[in-house]
């Protein structure tokens, strides 16, 4: 298997606008609507050789029966760009979950706060109990919608619950947003507190992007959007460039750190219809930002869907992705402008 995310020795950014990356782009959109005809090719995207030059990366399915032959008929160049073949497991939204009436509580980012709390913390729906587990993920930041703040977070956190099943319920507006979320809190939403209300946004499955806010109780969260361990943010978003620095905070790894290895991925992800449900449908986005995460180093583990992706710097970095979900070695994330455009967003920071 060839190594993913091989970055080119000089490491300079290399911007989604540059020449290259753009040619590269071309070559792509070329093939991937047919690639995505066969169900065990998982997605494509733009990514460098070691040498710094730009390929096309075509994901496919490690399980898939025919692999080899598989691998063997796809391309090895478009044009001038080179081809890279990279068996995966599936892409899979990045859900914690436990099993009824475990927990792992702990501190920071899976403890109680006492408000108002600080974001990048255990989070999930108070009702999100299903088939002996419960489930959550990571409120991740804090955004305006018409002047009044929201937790931001996946679709799948806050707004999964998309059957009755065995519950006997579906995720609606009004629905509890715990901190920490049922699954550090032994699967009993009265050990955790409610830090806001959903509010339903049904992004999935018909949208672009995975996301879901619940708005703030008051005095519950800390009104300048502070993450922990990053502290502020910009409220000014920028886009994401192959070899850029990022850093994010969340439920199950902290705070964590890689560079953006991938640009304008096409990429199909499992979704459950419920806490520990069977999939209920898969869903292909466009344009995504695929990140680095080694086995042995993840940048997001399940729990840390929902987690906001920035800059690696000190000061009041720069939002630039909405984590969601995850494949081996693999963090994908969609841009933050395109998630604050959908939901009439904005950023609360500096």
């Known amino acids: 298997m060839i190594p993913f995310a091989a970055f080119a020795s ?20 070329s093939v991937t ?51 890279v073949v990279y068996p995966t497991e599936k892409f899979r939204a990045a859900v914690g979950q436990a099993a009824m009436p475990e927990g792992t509580e702990g501190a920071p980012h899976t403890g109680k706060q006492t408000p108002p709390i600080q974001l990048g913390t255990s989070g999930g729906n108070a009702f999100d109990i299903a088939n002996g587990f419960c489930c959550g993920g990571t409120s991740g930041s804090l955004v305006s919608i018409g002047g009044v703040q929201h937790i931001l977070s996946n679709n799948h956190v806050f707004e999964g619950d998309r059957v009755p099943g065995d519950n006997g319920r579906v995720s609606m507006t009004g629905d509890g947003i715990l901190q920490p979320g049922l699954i550090d809190v032994g699967c009993v939403a009265a050990n955790a507190q409610t830090v806001a209300t959903l509010v339903t946004k049904s992004s999935l499955p018909n ?3 995975d996301c ?8 519950m969260v800390d009104t300048t959007g502070r993450i922990l361990e990053i502290g502020t943010i910009s ?52 344009g995504q930002i695929l990140v680095n995460s080694s086995t042995g180093n993840p940048f997001i583990s399940p729990g840390d869907s929902g987690s906001l992706m920035v800059e690696n710097i000190r000061r009041n970095p720069h939002p630039i992705g909405l984590l969601y979900a995850s494949g081996t070695g693999i963090a994908i994330a969609q841009p933050i402008q395109e998630v604050l455009n959908f939901l009439g967003a904005t950023m609360v920071g500096n």
């Open 33 to 83: 609507a047919d690639l995505m005809k066969n169900p065990d090719i998982l997605g494509t995207a733009v990514m460098l050789n070691d040498d710094g030059t730009t390929n096309v990366t075509i994901f496919v399915d490690r399980e898939a029966k025919n692999l080899a032959e598989l691998t063997g008929a796809l391309p090895r160049q478009i044009g001038q760009v080179k081809t």
């Open 212 to 219: 879901a806010v619940g708005q703030v109780v008051p005095g």
């Open 207 to 209: 949208s672009n992007v």
């Open 235 to 286: 409220q000014t978003t920028v886009a994401a460039a192959i070899n850029q620095k990022v850093k994010k905070s969340g439920r199950t790894t902290g705070l964590t750190s890689s560079r953006v290895s991938g640009l304008n991925a096409t990429i199909t992800v499992a979704y459950p219809s419920e806490c520990a449900g069977g999939t209920a449908f898969t869903k292909t986005f466009t």
């Open 10 to 29: 000089s490491e300079a950014e290399v911007a989604l606008s540059s020449p290259a990356i753009q040619t590269a782009i071309a070559a792509q959109n």
